[in-house]
């Protein structure tokens, strides 16, 4: 059974202080449920080592003695024993190629992986998830880059004002912040060489409703896809427009005599082509936040880059939020990933490469891939909050029996990646990963 929990600390990089577990969540586990807990001892982590003592928890450097060992960003292979059973957000179900040494290093070690990732209900929604946190800092984000970005061509306005997340001490501050920023632009109005501010959402999920969050602070009019391509958003002289994409919106059966279904999309991506384009002509901020397979459409690629930039030409799209930032993804030239001190470069079509800042031409892209980082306190207390129905359970989990026999509760049964160094029949794809 499962009696030990360990807390690996994060060390991936300095912005990496989220926890998978707050303090008061610990002392639950350990007054109600009788688990013991030990956390390695950290600097960086957003709740000190002190307030996890007050609760009943031990700090050690070993956690070899753990029945299950959880974290938040990978673990690196070194880290991992004979069949050790482990708990992080993996990246591997893609097949990412960054993290296929590590997932090798689990197999063949005998050990079980779980992945938050995966610990979805009976629909497939997922139920622990920092998504919200990454569209609320995102935006926040995103805004700031806009800001700068006009100040950069000579154009002022309120968005000048915005702090990077990161900088705000909590969530009200940027509440309040952006309230001023909001009845300045009630007031002064949208630059006239902007109207209409067109920001755009692809998706509709956790992380496009925390980004949805941020921008309806300030004030907006919502309009349809197809209001943009028939140029029925008005002068918007005060007010933002805000469109969101959805599937239909964005992909278009490669088969011209077949209608979209999305859930053929969702089985086979494959078939669809991306139909995006047209809007980009019509959007000053696009915000990407769809889940995006290697198998489906890109919902912009190099050449429509080119289009749009190459050359010279001058386009509309200023900024791009890539909440998503898949390398060579969705946003095909989303080539690198940033940091929060160093989170924007500009893409040049014509040399298909990147210069960091907001000086340029061509697009500016904000890519940073640990979003959630930037509100560390709030996104790891609602991600706790989340996970703490399944490990008030855990206990009862039976490590050495077979995975149907070992009473794990359901929705962590669907995240078991790996169970004793074998993809479930679930997971069996991702052997084709490893090359074997």
């Known amino acids: 059974m499962i ?60 956690l070899s003695g753990c029945d299950l060992v959880m974290g938040v960003k990978e673990m690196p292979s070194a880290f991992f024993r004979r069949d050790g059973m482990y708990m992080f957000f993996s990246h591997t179900i893609k097949g990412q190629k960054h993290n296929m040494a590590m997932l090798r290093k689990l197999v063949d070690l005998g050990c079980t992986l779980l992945d938050y990732e995966r ?29 700068r970005r006009l100040a950069a061509q000579g154009i002022p306005t309120p968005f000048e004002r915005v702090k990077m997340a990161h900088e705000y001490p909590d969530l009200p501050a940027v509440r309040q912040a952006f309230a001023g920023i909001a009845a300045d632009l009630r007031q002064t109005g949208i630059p006239p060489a902007l109207r209409p501010l067109v920001v755009g959402f692809a998706g509709y999920g956790n992380v496009s409703k925390g980004a949805q969050e941020i921008f309806d602070l300030l004030p907006h009019r919502v309009v349809k896809p197809i209001d943009l391509l028939s140029g029925n958003t008005g002068e918007a002289s005060h007010e933002l427009i805000k469109v969101v994409f959805r599937e239909e919106h964005t992909v278009r059966p490669a088969d011209a005599g077949t209608r979209f279904d999305l859930p053929t999309f969702f089985a086979h991506p494959e078939r669809y082509e991306s139909a995006f384009r047209p809007y980009l002509d019509h959007l000053t901020v696009l915000v990407n936040c769809i889940f995006w397979s290697p198998k489906g459409p890109r919902l912009i690629t ?11 030409r001058q386009a509309k799209l200023q900024v791009i939020g890539d909440i998503s930032c898949d390398i060579d993804g ?43 980082c930037e509100l560390s306190a709030e996104s790891s207390q609602e991600f706790s909050s989340a996970l703490m129905p399944f490990l008030e359970t855990i206990g009862h989990l039976d490590p050495r029996a077979a995975l149907d ?23 069996a794809f991702m052997q084709e990963f490893l090359g074997a």
């Open 330 to 372: 969705g946003i095909q030239f989303t080539l690198k990933e940033t940091q929060p001190d160093n989170p924007v470069y500009v893409y040049d079509p014509d040399r298909h490469a990147i210069t960091f800042g907001v000086e340029g031409h061509g697009p500016v892209v904000m890519a940073v891939d640990n979003l959630p």
């Open 302 to 312: 190099i050449e429509e880059a080119q289009e749009l930039w190459g050359q010279g």
């Open 119 to 147: 610990i979805v209900d009976e629909k497939g929604r997922r139920l622990v998830f920092f998504g919200r946190y990454a569209g609320l800092a995102g935006m926040i984000d995103t805004f700031w880059a806009l800001g």
């Open 3 to 62: 009696k030990h929990i360990g807390i690996r600390r994060e060390d991936k990089n300095r912005w990496e202080r989220r926890v998978p577990l707050i303090p008061e969540d610990v002392g639950r586990l350990v007054a109600a449920h009788g688990l013991q807990v030990t956390l390695q001892p950290s600097t960086l982590r957003i709740f000190p080592d002190s307030a996890y003592e007050k609760v009943g928890a031990r700090i050690a450097e070993d």
């Open 405 to 427: 026999d070992c009473k794990i509760p359901e929705p962590l049964k669907r995240a078991v990646l790996l169970w004793h160094g074998r993809f479930p029949a679930e997971y």
